[in-house]
């Protein structure tokens, strides 16, 4: 199907097909040339489409954030998939193992803690369910992950390693701090950091009497301002699909490597701002990762068909934008491009992508695991 | 059903139907007691059983924000329906009228260009559907809505009014700028001024021979914090049936009223913050309505089954939330009730309430209108 910008109804999550499949290859590339496992993060776009896609182009795997998002992904044919956050619930647990198990799928997952491997050890014995079990290591985001200067990795390696059906995976990290960085410099320093501490960890396992399979690092900054990975030997992307506006802040990207862009309409207009019918239900008022704020607008709007620079979308209401036009209002009824800030969070509020490409041909992709926040 | 708050499965949207009731009862009885019409606005909960109760406590009828939100409440038997938003798209406004005319519903729409008035007025001639039409005026928020100072408006009246199958409906308004008022003295003066400027206004085009059924205001703050209200027909309040922090901060409630919470989880612990399971994907980043920052947590957590006075949320990443623990971190596994800043958003994220009363008994309400945002 042909589509033109000015008949989609707005707002609409467009996606720019060329520009993914370059993102989605470009990952891929880095992952072979660096000889790493690429396991993209899909709590991204949430697509079973784009995970294909992923796992076509040469991913291991992927990674999803919460188990039921996992069981959307298991249903969708994906084989390989680990769960980058620390499961506690038993309940939770067991449904998980028992889809896992019954697609034959293999499931890694995450702990931190001692009551973490408990509950999956658990689980995988009563279910009769090999399980890969990594630990967490904080790596400086200060969110989950055990201390890396003390022994709680070598300790939980060790329950691991002790328990029935559980296998000890390997050790995995998150330098989700690098979301904040100055600059691009600055977030190869954290990327540099993160290789230390890992290799330090990964060697006290190892003095312990532990094999450690896996030692796997992401973020999309991380991982595209790296020249080289030491003692990685995976990485975990999300962002990098669709990039973004932070992306493009921290100087690893420029606008044109953008994939996912929100169409809205202009419908009312005064002197200082164009009313667009995209507001924080759309946008979401996410204005970066991890809670950062290093860039104070919710994106920047973009009349169709030209090359304007941009104006901001200075703040949202609920159904609303507010665009700074700098004194040239479009007209009611004008379509704006809005290039979003973090692009993860308005896949979250949406159905479907509008997928277009260069030659104007419209599909349209379910988002199939929106609301998968359990 | 009964339930108890450590077993419901997290996150969760917890909704006690008591202080529900409440709630809606006493913005009946505030709209009873001046003789105004009450219009709840539904895209706070986006729940026909809740627009139910709130029609079945005399509410004349409902707001929505969206025309795809109008849908799923004239499905859900709705008959008498404000869009507040000016819509401008032939194709979304003949769709609506459509429907509208299949169930009967009465339908007041808005505009504040003459743009809106002849899509709307086309659609209304070409389904042959009588379709009220309102003039938004710009009370102070200069989001949408013609300046009151000028002639607009009654330009706008006569055009409808010329217009077949259109009924010039009256004069509509939301001075959601009351929430980035100080506090509850300052809510006062906006929505005094509101009055008076939609008094004048309403006299302007009484003057030009017109008449205003209609002058219709609204959104909580204004509402709530008003012990008289002139030159007012109708109250469209949305956020009382919830109720949040935000309007805590406004100094009109305290947090006895509000109903909407959310249940989340410990799953992981360090020196300074307690991690839940509930991130921007649950709780929303939004820390006000219309981008209002008075708050400068996401939220505060109380231990479920203490009076603890509640640790902020300070900060979140799209699955983790940080609950700032000064110094006496919960336990991995324990549940906390998180009290939202603005409620709003995050209902707009769920799927469902999950609805309990004093007595434990529990229901899940569907949230239907989720993800109407077109």
Redesign the interface.
Known sequence: MMVRLDTI???AILLDRTVLERNIAAAADRAAAHGLQLRPHV?SHKSVAIARMQVAAGACGITV??SSEAEVFIRGGIADITVA?????L??ITRLLMLAKEHGTRLNLIV??A??VDAIGTAARDMAFETNLMVKV?VGL????V?PSGDDAVTLARMIANRARLTFGGIISHA?HAYSAVDRDAVVAIAREEQTIMRDVADHIAAAGMLVPCTSVGSTPTVWACDHYENTTEIRPGNYVFMDLVQASLGLITKADIALTVLA?V????D??A?I??G???L????G???STRLTSYGLAVPVGTDHPGMPVV??????G?VAHGGQCPA??DRLRIYPNHA??VV????AFQVIDENGKFELWPIDA??T??
């Open positions: 109804e707005t707002p709590k954030a919460k956050y620390p499961l506690i619930d309940t939770k931190d803690s009551v973490g904080d200060h969110r989950c992950g201390d989700g309409t419908v009312s207009c005064n200082t701002h009313i019918d995209a924080s239900k759309v979401s008022s996410d204005r990762p991890h809670g703040s949202l209401s609920e159904e609303h507010f009611i009824g993860c969070p979250n509020l949406a159905r929106h609301g926040v359990f």
